[in-house]
T-cell receptor, first 112, second 111 residues
Framework: GENVEQHPSTLSVQEGDSAVIKCTYSDSASNYFPWYKQELGKRPQLIIDIRSNVGEKKDQRIAVTLNKTAKHFSLHITETQPEDSAVYFCAASGNYGQNFVFGPGTRLSVLP | EPEVTQTPSHQVTQMGQEVILRCVPISNHLYFYWYRQILGQKVEFLVSFYNNEISEKSEIFDDQFSVERPDGSNFTLKIRSTKLEDSAMYFC?????????FGSGTQLSVL
């Protein structure tokens, strides 16, 4: 089955700097890659996603890139702010209704 | 904005008891899921449900667990004979044809 790895497990950046989180997946049939942000004690919230027919997608300060050949995808956050501090999870999924496999998470701390 | 709702927010039970966790998915969504998250760990898949039947389940989802969609809106997870290691946050999620939208979770504590 699918296996998703995520690095780093923790990341500290200064406010205003960029943060990059990387994920790899194992199943070449996976074709949908969402990213979730989870604040302490709250539900994971979808922040951006990308499908396998696209190499890059951007939404304001966040962007996601996908390299299907290498089976890896990354989350980029620019101009980080303290409110970006949270745990970020990547995930991979295949056809509609199939299981979403989550990475182990990255705890991002943005230092003022 | 439509949301997935879950009840109760907290559930405390004695080991060996049965619990039912309830969820109301977003109304036009077709796919429903249960995930669980042990404190500080990753989100683990339990089961997915589509067209009134289970479409996929994980190794965790054994005979102790069952899901139902008893009417047009509710989606329930039943855990029989609870064990200490079942203590976790249980998230319901629904999806139309894209990302998962999670409920706020039920924190289950088995004593």
């Amino acid at each position: 089955g699918e296996n998703v790895e995520q690095h780093p497990s923790t990341l500290s950046v200064q406010e205003g700097d960029s943060a990059v989180i990387k994920c790899t997946y194992s199943d070449s049939a996976s074709n949908y890659f969402p990213w979730y942000k989870q604040e302490l004690g709250k539900r994971p919230q979808l922040i951006i996603d990308i499908r396998s027919n696209v190499g890059e997608k951007k939404d304001q300060r966040i962007a996601v890139t996908l390299n299907k050949t290498a089976k890896h995808f990354s989350l980029h956050i620019t101009e980080t702010q303290p409110e970006d501090s949270a745990v970020y999870f990547c995930a991979a999924s295949g056809n509609y209704g199939q299981n979403f496999v989550f990475g182990p998470g990255t705890r991002l701390s943005v230092l003022p | 904005e439509p949301e997935v709702t879950q009840t109760p927010s907290h559930q405390v039970t004695q080991m060996g008891q049965e619990v039912i966790l309830r969820c109301v998915p977003i109304s036009n969504h077709l796919y429903f899921y249960w995930y669980r998250q042990i404190l500080g760990q990753k989100v683990e898949f339990l089961v997915s449900f589509y067209n009134n039947e289970i479409s996929e389940k994980s190794e965790i989802f054994d005979d102790q667990f069952s899901v139902e969609r008893p009417d047009g809106s509710n989606f329930t997870l039943k855990i029989r004979s609870t064990k200490l290691e079942d203590s976790a946050m249980y998230f319901c999620a629904s999806s139309e044809r894209g990302g998962l939208f999670f409920g706020s979770g039920t924190q289950l504590s088995v004593l």
